[in-house]
């Protein structure tokens, strides 16, 4: 009987040292608090923190040239983000685009993910 008692509590305690390791083991996507947005249904749509390791989140708005660089124009809050890839933001000049991005708020540049088009115009 003692045996049986050590083995389902060996096995309880097994069972919750993997709960604890899986909640702090650092999954491909880090989460992050949320950041505290203005909501707006047609152009800014921030989904997360702007902190180091951050998961990427949506920025809308139009790809303009401000000087020799490329930048995302938000007409929604008038903010202007730089973008740090040129190359990708070149092909879009003009146009209305989602930039799947991280933003390093101590400069306000977007560290880009991905630019598609996008579907408000």
Do not use: W
């Amino acid at each position: 009987m003692k045996r049986l008692l050590c083995i389902v509590a060996l096995l309880g305690m097994s069972c919750f040292g993997m709960n604890l390791m899986a909640q702090q083991t650092p999954s491909s996507t880090p989460s992050t608090p949320a950041q505290s947005t203005t909501p707006n249904s047609t152009t800014s749509s921030q989904t997360s923190a702007t902190t180091p390791g951050e998961s990427a989140r949506s920025f809308e708005g139009k790809i303009t040239k401000s000087g020799d660089e490329y930048v995302l124009q938000d007409s929604a809050t008038s903010t202007s983000y730089k973008l740090d890839d040129q190359s990708k933001a070149k092909e879009y000049e003009g146009k209305n685009v989602k930039v799947m991005a991280t933003m390093d708020p101590s400069n306000n540049t977007l560290h880009v993910v991905d630019i598609t088009p996008s579907k408000n115009r």
